[in-house]
């Protein structure tokens, strides 16, 4: 069975800091994406960034970047410049060429003013 | 382009009530998939559905909770008799046919059920 191992249930950051979020996941597949998604108190999720798996550069969306090692099966992510509205529940999640994505428990960062 | 819109937002029901939650997709996407969320917990995959089909039900329990999506109307997750173990937020996502391989969805803002 697939797993998603987020081992930081909390992190915070100062405004305008970088901050790295960790994930590692299980799987024997070999094609697959990672995800991580934004739950923001409003709920709703947001998705942040996509990895495909058999692409070795390591995405990036303005301020989030990911530092995908395919061999260790980790996929953090980094949020440059931190700002107040990065506060939030950050998910990693994982899909193969299944319906599912498989969610980790998340990572609540706090950003500090 | 309105996004994945869910109701109610909150429902609170007694236990051995029903409850019914509803989702409509983006527009344009036939593709519908419900996670439930139990209180400080990443998500949990339920149930994904096409229209008129239900593709993968493996994360649906098997007893009391069905789901539809109907040729004509929104897609519903229906939980019959609640218990208090079913007091969570549900979350419904779609996507469109050309990304339904990629893992790409979007989110409504979620159903959060109370179960007294």
């Known amino acids: 069975a697939q797993t998603v191992t987020q081992s930081q249930p909390e992190m915070s950051v100062q405004e305008a800091e970088t901050v790295t979020l960790s994930c590692t996941y299980d799987?024997?597949?070999?094609?697959?994406?990672l995800f991580w998604y934004k739950q923001p108190p409003s709920r709703q999720m947001i998705l942040v960034i996509r990895?495909?798996?058999?692409?070795?550069q390591n995405a990036t969306e303005n301020r989030f970047s990911v530092n995908f090692q395919k061999a260790a099966k980790s996929f953090s992510l980094k949020i440059s410049d931190s700002q107040l509205g990065d506060a939030a529940m950050y998910f990693c999640?994982?899909?193969?060429?299944?319906?599912?994505?498989?969610f980790g428990e998340g990572t609540q960062l706090t950003v500090n003013p | 382009n309105a996004g994945v819109m869910q109701n109610p937002r909150h429902l609170v029901r007694r236990r051995g009530q029903e409850a019914r939650l509803r989702c409509s997709p983006m527009?344009?996407?036939?593709?519908v998939y419900w996670y439930r969320q139990l209180p400080e917990e990443g998500l949990k995959f339920m149930v994904y559905?096409?229209?008129?089909?239900?593709?993968?039900e493996s994360g649906m329990p098997k007893e009391r909770f069905s789901a539809e999506f109907p040729k004509e109307g929104p897609s519903i997750l229906r939980i019959q008799q609640v218990v208090r173990g079913d007091s969570a937020a549900y979350f419904c996502?779609?996507?469109?046919?050309?990304?339904?391989?990629?893992?790409?969805?979007?989110f409504g803002e979620g159903s959060r059920l109370t179960v007294l």
């Open positions: 999640a994982y899909k193969t060429s299944g319906s599912r994505l498989t």
């Open positions: 527009k344009g996407h036939s593709h």
């Open positions: 996502a779609s996507s469109p046919q050309e990304r339904k391989n990629t893992g790409e969805l979007f």
């Open positions: 559905l096409q229209k008129e089909n239900i593709i993968d």
């Open positions: 799987t024997s597949e070999s094609d697959y994406y």
């Open positions: 990895q495909e798996a058999y692409k070795q």
